[in-house]
């Protein structure tokens, strides 16, 4: 009778000494319940051409790294940047300190060599991959609970139920332009889909009237980004960058926004980029009281605006951004 075929997980192991890196890997011979293949990086650069090349279940990195970037700041760069599988550091030293740092860059563990055995890095990478795959179901069910609670709430004064996503559409694509290190964090996304949350403390005689709003209702309008602020903060993987959106996407870079009256760049980044976004959307869709503009004449306003309502910066880049987009589509008609 044949024996059962092991199944086999594809390390990607970063360290710069070679003994280091053959003891590690004669540990991965003596474990015979799972089999190990094993990639060998000498550094940060290779690492990450491997990264771009192949795809790993795990990745053990030598936290002292030589050469000027760490095993930590590959670490931290593999995590932030959305590389699908979890991280170990290696270290020489039993370290408090190195232990807390690896949990704040979000590693799921740190072995000492000296400590190493076969059975324990095998659990180590076990534990991690159960640990890993659990986080990014975790982040799949957020994904579909916010897009779904997103498109619930555009249905109350969008029948298409399709602002949303096309505001955070552009609003992802003009980050990845600006701040590309912004655009890895996942909160952003939520944050651009439930900006507008708050509205669901706004009556509908107030959020659906057809002509222009009085004094007074614009003024109970205007506290959905509050609102939108307080119902975020209770929740914790949405208290960051997408609460900072909720209440800041109708500060003005002048100063003349609401609610706090923020200037420049007082106000946070996230919001500026949604801002112009979400100006642009509501001049190129059709409202119940005006029909949608063309979209170089909301261009033409978002560049007249530079300055006063958006981030002169950012609003140069957008218009270019959307003029590529439409020249693209043209083309490909």
């Keep these: ?8 997980r594809r390390v990607l192991l970063v360290e710069d000494d070679e003994e280091d890196y053959e003891f590690t890997k004669e540990l991965f011979a003596q474990i015979d319940v799972v089999a190990y293949e094993v ?15 192949e795809r790993y279940d795990v990745c053990l990195i030598d936290y002292r790294l030589g050469g000027a970037e760490s095993g930590v700041d590959l670490a931290e760069l593999l995590i932030s940047d ?44 076990r534990y991690a991959i159960q640990n890993h795959t659990a986080l990014l179901a975790l ?119 609401y609610p706090n009256r923020l200037s420049g760049e007082e106000i946070p980044l996230a919001a500026r980029i949604f801002s112009i976004i979400d100006s642009f959307d509501a001049m190129t869709s059709d409202r119940p009281y005006r029909s949608a503009q063309p979209v170089e004449s909301a261009l033409t306003e978002i560049r007249r605006q530079a300055g006063t309502q958006f981030d002169p910066t950012l609003a140069e880049v957008f218009v270019a951004m959307v003029r590529e987009r439409e020249a693209q589509s043209a083309a490909a008609a």
């Design 39 to 53: 990639t060998w990086a000498r550094g940060v650069r290779s690492a990450l051409d491997a990264t771009d090349e």
């Design 139 to 257: 982040q799949d069910s957020y994904r579909t609970t916010v897009h779904a609670l997103a498109a619930a709430l555009e249905l109350r004064d969008d029948q298409t139920g399709a602002h949303a996503t096309r505001v955070t559409e552009l609003a992802m694509e003009l980050t990845r332009r600006v701040a590309p290190e912004l655009a890895d964090d996942p909160e952003l996304e939520y944050g651009f889909l439930l900006h507008d949350i708050g509205k669901i403390g706004v009556p509908d005689g107030i959020l659906l009237k057809p002509g222009p709003l009085d004094d007074q209702e614009r003024g109970r309008m205007q506290t959905h980004v509050t609102l939108g602020e307080h119902i975020l903060a209770d929740i914790p993987f949405l208290n960051g960058v997408a609460r900072q959106i909720a209440v800041a996407h109708h500060e003005r870079w002048d100063g003349t926004g």
């Design 82 to 125: 959305g590389h699908r599988m979890p991280v170990i550091l290696l270290t020489g030293t039993d370290d408090r300190e190195i232990d807390e740092k690896a949990a704040a860059i979000g590693a799921h563990d740190f072995l000492v060599k000296g400590q190493i055995s076969a059975t324990v890095l095998d659990r180590a990478i």
């Design 1 to 8: 009778m044949s024996e059962p075929r092991r199944r086999v």
